[in-house]
């Protein structure tokens, strides 16, 4: 299975925590995480995720974002620009490396070539109004029906961690019953 695991910058530590280690767990049982390489939530996924050589598609905006070496850098021709236009609120108000930042989410949530959508998105948004460039990729996995868990819509980190293992259990109908991680 392939998942995108994202999240606003000032997630709190206790949820990066529980992220990392859903980035190792994931990871060990070959599942792939897409990701941008943006400080928080992905660098977490990314962490744990590396902890157990865990297969990974790292988006970037340009090359060397965040000092990431990876190759999945943002095409300017590429049609990820449309698709950011599209879902952003107001698209044309952004500055140019915003732009891109909006148009990287298109490729976590559809992959690089725009044709194979995530089977679900962890993330975690404040208060789970999926606001930022979270909220971008949210509307994005929306739109093509990919199933989203946002930690942040929970009163606490162990109810968001009990939903989260029955969301696991029905995304798409691809987990095995008995994967549980908590």
């Known amino acids: 299975m392939i998942y995108a695991g994202i999240g606003s910058r000032d997630t709190p530590d206790d949820v990066l925590d529980q992220f990392e280690y859903l980035g190792r767990w994931l990871g060990e049982r070959g599942h792939i995480l897409r990701s941008g390489h943006a400080d928080g939530a992905d660098s977490a996924f990314e962490r744990g995720c590396a902890k157990v050589c865990g297969r990974m598609e790292i988006y970037l905006p340009w090359r060397g974002f965040n000092g990431s070496a990876s ?8 049609r ?17 490396g915003a732009q891109k930042l ?16 995530a089977d679900f998105v962890i993330c975690w948004t404040k208060s789970g109004l999926g606001r930022g460039g979270t909220g971008q990729a949210i509307r994005i996995a929306n739109h093509y029906n ?3 868990f946002d930690f942040g819509a929970y009163e606490s980190l162990s109810e968001a961690r009990l939903e989260f293992n029955i969301f696991l259990k029905n995304a798409r109908n691809k987990v095995n019953e008995s994967t549980i991680w908590w």
């Open 146 to 148: 990919v199933p989203v």
């Open 80 to 96: 990820s620009m449309e698709i950011a236009r599209t879902f952003h609120p107001n698209f044309a108000a952004l500055g140019q």
């Open 102 to 117: 909006q148009a990287r989410n298109s490729y976590q949530i559809l992959g690089y070539d725009l044709n194979k959508p």
């Open 71 to 78: 190759p999945l850098v943002f095409q300017e021709s590429d």
